[in-house]
């Protein structure tokens, strides 16, 4: 008996098997694209946070700085007047003296003046408030230079015209926000000159009075401040009073010629910039021998320092480096251009800008009181 035979085929697949095969076996392709497109998107949106994180940090950091340093220079401000007042503590418990007053006394007239004391020479003194350079001399004796002989020693002036000058007003010097103090100035006139000063003033408010009351010296008040106004009646009073007057600068901290100078070019240049009167050859000479004057060395604190300016705007330069009661002031130059002094004295009289506001508040006070009295009595009456 014949057993069935089992025939097993044989599979041969075809070419189009073969390629169905293959789209069976990468069949996946088309979803790998798709996930890809989506890792593409997901990286770019985790740029756009990293940046947008990036910022905000930047940002952040930005203005943490700026709070950071605003409160630093707040906080050494801080420090720096307390350190003021213990010193002031220490020179009231090692002074034997003392301490000078800064409070004011009422007049009968109802007004407001500083207490005005001696030192133990018997000098009269008016206090500044500052605890390095305490006081300034009421009146000083200056020997101006000899205008024909430069380099020739100090000569002093005729006493038909005195040499002692009055002190007006003081204040002091600060610069940057934080007010680091670097001076103090104190504008002197020439005693027997005191009455041109007087006369001009009197005469702007009122031609026909000899003394200026309240309500006259109220308005001369309110010009002297004027920023425009003022500035024109300090001009026009130095170029025709003939009023000589001296600037009297004492460092209260160390400080060099240079720098004093640096300050004292940049205001006159800033003033001289908007006058077409000063854009000339012989004012630039005068700009360059004025500079020349300052090339030295160190200005160790509480040294005198003078700028004089004579009856003809006469510019000289003068500084004291002696620490004794005789003064014997080096000369260290004179500029003869008037322009120079007058823009360097209106510096600290009058402008939108000035040197010292606190000079500037003191000199107006001081004209104050010599207006209040008749003309020509200030230089036998000096309180």
């Known amino acids: ?28 392709k088309g979803s790998s694209r798709v996930s890809q497109d989506l890792d593409l998107n997901k990286l770019n949106s985790q740029r756009r946070d990293y940046e947008r994180h990036r910022t905000v940090f930047l940002a952040a950091g930005a203005t943490a700085g700026i709070i950071s340093f605003v409160y630093t220079a707040w906080k050494l401000k801080k420090a720096l007047a307390e350190q003021k007042d213990k010193q002031k503590e220490k020179m009231a418990v090692k002074c034997d003296a003392p301490p000078i007053p800064t409070e004011t006394f009422k007049t009968e007239a109802g007004e407001k003046r500083k207490i005005v004391v001696h030192d133990e020479d018997g000098r009269v003194i008016v206090p500044t408030g500052n605890s390095v350079v305490p006081a300034f ?21 005729s006493d038909k015209h005195g040499s002692e000058y009055t002190l007006v007003g003081l204040g002091v010097r600060t610069v940057t926000f934080i007010g680091i103090q670097v001076y103090m100035v104190g504008f002197y006139v020439a ?32 010009a002297l401040k004027d920023v425009v106004e003022g500035e024109e009646t300090w001009d026009t009073l130095l170029r025709e009073s003939d009023c000589r007057s001296v600037m009297r600068i004492i460092p209260v901290r160390d400080t060099d010629f240079h720098h004093l100078r640096d ?58 480096s002696s620490r004794g009661k005789d003064l014997k002031s080096e000369v260290l130059g004179t500029v003869e251009d008037e322009r120079l ?30 207006v209040e ?8 009456q000096v309180v």
Not at 285 to 301: C, E, H
Not at 342 to 369: D, H, Q, T
Not at 373 to 379: C, E, N
């Open 1 to 28: 008996m014949l057993r069935p035979t089992t025939i097993r085929p044989v599979l041969r697949s075809s070419p189009r098997c073969q390629q169905c095969l293959r789209r069976s076996l990468f069949s996946g």
């Open 137 to 157: 001399p009421r009146t000083i004796d200056v020997k101006l230079p000899s205008t024909k002989e430069e380099n020739s020693i100090a000569a002093s002036i």
């Open 191 to 222: 005693t027997q000159d005191i009455a041109k000063l007087q006369q001009y003033l009197i005469k702007k408010i009122n031609p026909s009075a000899t003394t200026l009351i309240p309500a006259e010296k109220d308005a001369l008040r309110k």
């Open 341 to 370: 002094s007058r823009l360097l004295w209106l510096n600290y009289l009058a402008g939108s800008k000035v040197a010292s506001e606190p000079a500037r508040e003191s000199i107006i006070e001081g004209v104050m009181e010599f």
């Open 263 to 320: 300050g004292f070019v940049r205001s006159i240049a800033a003033r001289s910039q908007r006058n077409k009167a000063y854009n000339d050859e012989s004012f630039g000479v005068a700009m360059k021998d004025f500079k020349a004057l300052f090339n030295r060395g160190s200005v160790p604190k509480k040294q005198e320092l003078l700028l004089c300016r004579d009856e003809k705007g006469v510019l000289s330069v003068m500084f004291n």
């Open 373 to 380: 009295r008749p003309v020509g009595t200030v230089a036998t």
